[in-house]
């Protein structure tokens, strides 16, 4: 089995993105492969490069609000795709209002400010899909 592929992703125009590189770092010390795409990307360059990537994990790090836009057009283009079975998982600022909608859509792991790096490694792990490896 291979590691765990994960593509990392600022979508929209938020511009702050030390949350993510602390996320992908943790991510790589816990032996998973991390691709960061950067700042302001659109929910198609995140899933034209988690197809690229053959990624198994795209993780979305969200802070502008924009979670209820860009979460389902992701799924949405993924489907699209073909590609429905690749995890989705965002970070940020995310109402808890908003949680019943984007576990609607299929996005289970929602991590808040504060979520302990092994509590998303743990998640990762247990979510990716199966011939990803668990390492």
Excluded: W
């Excluded at 765990?4 to 929209?12: D, E, L, M, Q």
């Amino acid at each position: 089995m291979r590691n765990i592929r994960v593509v990392i992703a600022k979508p929209g125009l938020d511009g702050h993105d030390r949350g993510a590189k602390v996320i992908a770092r943790a991510l790589r010390d816990a032996g998973m492969e991390v691709i960061y795409t950067g700042l302001r990307q659109t929910p198609e360059q995140i899933v034209d490069a988690a197809l690229q990537e053959d990624a198994d994990v795209i993780g979305l790090s969200i802070l502008s609000g924009a979670h209820n836009h860009i979460c389902p057009r992701v799924v949405e283009l993924l489907e699209a795709r073909k590609i429905p079975d690749v995890l989705v998982v965002v970070g940020g600022i995310i109402p808890d209002a908003d949680l019943p909608k984007l576990h609607a859509i299929g996005i289970t792991g929602v991590f808040p400010p504060g979520t302990s790096m092994q509590a998303i490694v743990e998640f990762i792990r247990q979510h990716a899909r199966p011939e990803a490896a668990t390492s």
